[in-house]
């Protein structure tokens, strides 16, 4: 009745199933990369409120000095006064913006418009703070070069404070989704739906996933942010500080991180399918380690801004109107309603619980860095097996060009074999000698790079013939990227 000796059918991804393992090890480790990246913007963003002040007032106190003794005031103390300011004005302005009008008119909103309205925001939001990365910059060079810093300056105020202001009414928005109860999992599916579909089912390279990585952390710091916020504006409402508040506040964090969460872990766990095998927990682990070892060789500038480089590198994030969206939040909740005395000793307390938090995150991160750089290189199967595929391919290319010249050499030896046939068969030797180098400086013009590359399931070896004047010239553009041949 049934033929039991027929072989098994043949489907297309007939494989081991150990292969799927990046779908579960990859979006574990994309969630350890993403608190990474979250705890170093986070001690970035504490310090625009902890020793930024601080350093405002020793540049102040620089520019009275040096303005006594004539001396030439250094740029960056400059910076430093321009970064406050327009933190301070910034802040000033959206104080004195009066948003209750605008909340109630959302309020009236159903859950579509709501969505409409969110990405609305979000969307102006993207393009001020595009435009907001090149006046920073802007008003960097203008420092440094002493030309167009007011107008640089007053630039940067309102980009600030435009950006600042979005960010506040999209937090409005998800303040009465919440308050709506089941309309905020509906508005977070919908926001994070062309995320999903845009993610998903995607082949992308290394340098792609690192910034797919770094988006996703981007955003993940923005939810918090937006979190934080929310908190606060609750919190400070006298009529609604009741235990039922406390846990619609837990709920309602825990929706959107949840949200958050299984989004990006589908939408990670298919990039891994479709990129498999090279898409795992080892790549998302090698993206962490590059990323704290970053933040543990930048400059040492003491309590200085030490990280905006690295921002800009990576995460690419505007941090100013973060900072702006939270204080004015917290000065209308907290220090605009409470007298004198009792507003500077909330300021103090504030300002020195910020201080423990951003510098336990700095050590904490510091501590990291340092055991994964001590940390014993583990070794890896595939590295092993290229440096035995680049082997065999050097002696195929070695024997190959043996040979004709070989055939050659013999031939034209027999026609004068009188004549120094074993002058010309030493010369070949030499010469043939020479193209044997693998990956090596030699006397010839032209160097041969093997490299293989593992494919679905194959190996696949690629020959490259590279122009010595090529490999100087890119080694003086790129050092450190031709002739090397590393595990990853």
């Known amino acids: 009745?049934?033929?039991?000796?027929?072989?098994?059918?043949?489907?297309?991804?007939?494989?081991?199933?150990m292969r799927l393992g990046g779908m579960l090890t990859g979006p574990v480790g994309m969630e350890l990369f993403v608190v990474c990246g979250i705890a170093i913007c986070v001690e970035s963003l504490l310090y625009c409120v902890t020793f930024l002040p601080c350093a405002c007032l020793v540049a102040l106190a620089s520019f009275g000095r040096h303005g006594a003794l004539g001396t030439p005031i250094h740029p960056r103390h400059t910076l430093v006064l321009m970064q406050g300011t327009t933190i301070l004005v910034a802040s000033a302005l959206l104080d004195l913006m009066d948003i209750r009008e605008g909340v109630l008119f959302i309020r009236q909103l159903s859950w579509a418009k709501l969505y409409v309205l969110f990405n609305l925001f979000q969307v102006f939001g993207s393009v001020i703070e595009a435009g907001g990365k090149r006046v920073m910059g802007s008003l960097i060079w203008a420092v440094a070069e002493k030309r167009h810093r007011f107008p640089?300056?007053?630039?940067?105020?309102?980009?600030?404070?435009?950006?600042?202001?979005?960010?506040?009414?999209?937090?409005?928005?998800?303040?009465?989704?919440?308050?709506?109860g089941n309309s905020l999992l509906t508005l977070l599916l919908s926001i994070k739906f062309y995320e999903l579909k845009s993610g998903v089912?995607?082949?992308?390279?290394?340098?792609?996933?690192?910034?797919?990585?770094?988006?996703?952390?981007?955003?993940?710091?923005?939810?918090v942010v937006f979190s934080a916020v929310i908190w606060l504006a609750k919190l400070t409402d006298r009529e609604n500080q009741t235990w039922e508040t406390v846990w619609s506040l837990v709920q309602a964090?825990?929706?959107?991180?949840?949200?958050?969460?299984?989004?990006?872990?589908v939408k990670h766990g298919s990039i891994a399918m479709v990129n498999e095998p090279w898409v795992n927990g080892e790549v998302y682990r090698k993206f962490r380690h590059q990323l704290v070892r970053s933040f543990a060789t930048a400059p040492k500038l003491g309590l200085g801004d030490s990280k905006s480089s690295l921002l800009n590198q990576h995460f690419d994030l505007m941090r100013l109107p973060y900072v702006c969206t939270v204080l004015r939040v917290w000065w209308t909740g907290f220090a605009n309603r409470q007298g004198g005395r009792l507003m500077l000793q909330t300021l103090v307390a504030t300002w020195l619980l910020l201080v423990v938090l951003k510098m336990s995150l700095r050590t904490g991160l510091r501590t990291y860095a340092?055991?994964?750089?001590?940390?014993?290189?583990?070794?890896?199967?595939?590295?092993?097996e290229i440096v035995r595929r680049v082997a065999t391919a050097s002696v195929r290319f070695a024997r190959a060009n043996q040979g004709p010249k070989r055939g050659s050499s013999?031939?034209?030896?027999?026609?004068?074999?009188?004549?120094?046939?074993?002058?010309?068969?030493?010369?070949?030797?030499?010469k043939a000698a020479s193209r044997r180098?693998?990956?090596?400086?030699?006397?010839?013009?032209?160097?041969?790079?093997?490299?293989?590359?593992?494919?679905?399931?194959?190996?696949?070896?690629?020959?490259?013939?590279?122009?010595?004047?090529?490999?100087?010239?890119?080694?003086?553009?790129?050092?450190?990227?031709?002739?090397?041949?590393?595990?990853?």
């Open 152 to 180: 640089t300056l007053i630039m940067a105020i309102l980009c600030v404070f435009v950006h600042s202001l979005l960010m506040i009414l999209q937090v409005s928005v998800l303040y009465i989704a919440i308050e709506g």
């Open 1 to 17: 009745l049934f033929n039991w000796e027929g072989p098994m059918p043949d489907v297309q991804f007939r494989q081991d199933p």
């Open 437 to 488: 180098s693998i990956c090596s400086e030699n006397a010839t013009a032209r160097l041969k790079f093997v490299s293989c590359q593992y494919t679905r399931g194959e190996w696949k070896v690629s020959e490259k013939v590279v122009p010595r004047r090529t490999l100087a010239r890119d080694r003086k553009t790129r050092p450190g990227t031709v002739g090397s041949l590393k595990p990853d």
């Open 370 to 384: 340092k055991t994964v750089s001590t940390a014993p290189r583990r070794p890896s199967v595939p590295a092993l």
């Open 410 to 430: 013999s031939s034209s030896g027999g026609g004068s074999s009188s004549g120094g046939g074993g002058g010309g068969g030493g010369a070949a030797n030499e």
């Open 201 to 223: 089912m995607k082949r992308v390279d290394r340098e792609s996933l690192f910034k797919i990585c770094m988006d996703d952390a981007v955003q993940r710091l923005e939810w």
């Open 253 to 265: 964090a825990a929706i959107i991180w949840a949200t958050e969460m299984g989004i990006d872990w």
